[in-house]
């Protein structure tokens, strides 16, 4: 069964730092989406994508993030100076059209120190 | 306000018994969803509806729009289906809004 596939699986870094978050969706899915889940509690959306751009984003992502789908498979969100209250599960998830089912990868934890 | 309550947050059955989780939404949505969330975090989508029942296996899903209320279902819960369930309404069809879950164990 088709899969997203997210790396690394846990990341760490020390406060100030840039960081990148892979994705790579399921190949005919078109719509794309960044969720976060800081430890015991809601999962979140962040923003979602196609069509190469953002269609819709949360008051969570500012200025500091950033999403790009760089090469036509891969979908990266970018931090840019990351805070320890980014620390969190970041996950991916696709579908092939908005009225359909999400696939979600298996997240990333992120780990600011 | 697009909250998403669920619940019960714990649940504890025996094997073989039948569960019921519910979810509820204070305004209209485009489409609602169940999640499965596995001690090591990873997200499965069990279920979108935007109205009726859908099935699958020994899980159902139904959702009653004028009520703005869904439940998931399951019959004849097993040990393995031992996991974080989440409600999730999608607004737009593009943002989300996530419950807070429902712990759900199911003892041998």
């Known amino acids: 069964e088709p899969e997203v596939t997210q790396t690394p699986s846990h990341q760490v870094t020390q406060m100030g730092q840039e960081v990148i978050l892979r994705c790579v969706p399921i190949s005919n899915h078109l719509y794309f989406y960044w969720y976060r889940q800081i430890l015991g509690q809601k999962v979140e959306f962040l923003v979602s994508?196609?069509?190469?751009?953002?269609?819709?984003k949360s008051e969570i992502f500012d200025d500091q993030f950033s999403v790009e789908r760089p090469d036509g498979s891969n979908f990266t969100l970018k931090i840019r100076s990351t805070k320890l209250e980014d620390s969190a599960m970041y996950f991916c998830?696709?579908?092939?059209?908005?009225?359909?089912?999400?696939?979600f990868g298996s997240g990333t934890r992120l780990t600011v120190v | 306000k697009n909250e998403v309550e669920q619940s019960p947050q714990n649940l504890t059955a025996q094997e073989g018994e039948f569960i019921t989780i519910n979810c509820s939404y204070s305004?209209?949505?485009?489409?609602l969803h169940w999640l499965q969330q596995h001690p090591g975090g990873g997200i499965v989508s069990l279920f979108m509806l935007s109205s009726g029942k859908k099935k699958h296996g020994r899980l159902i899903a139904t959702i009653n729009i004028q009520e703005k209320h869904s439940s998931l279902h399951i019959t004849a819960s097993h040990p393995r289906d031992s996991a974080v369930y989440i409600c999730a309404a999608s607004y737009n069809n593009n943002d989300m809004r996530f419950g807070a879950g429902t712990r759900l164990t199911v003892k041998p």
């Open positions: 994508f196609y069509n190469n751009e953002i269609s819709e």
């Open positions: 305004v209209g949505i485009s489409a």
């Open positions: 998830a696709s579908s092939e059209d908005r009225n359909y089912g999400y696939t």
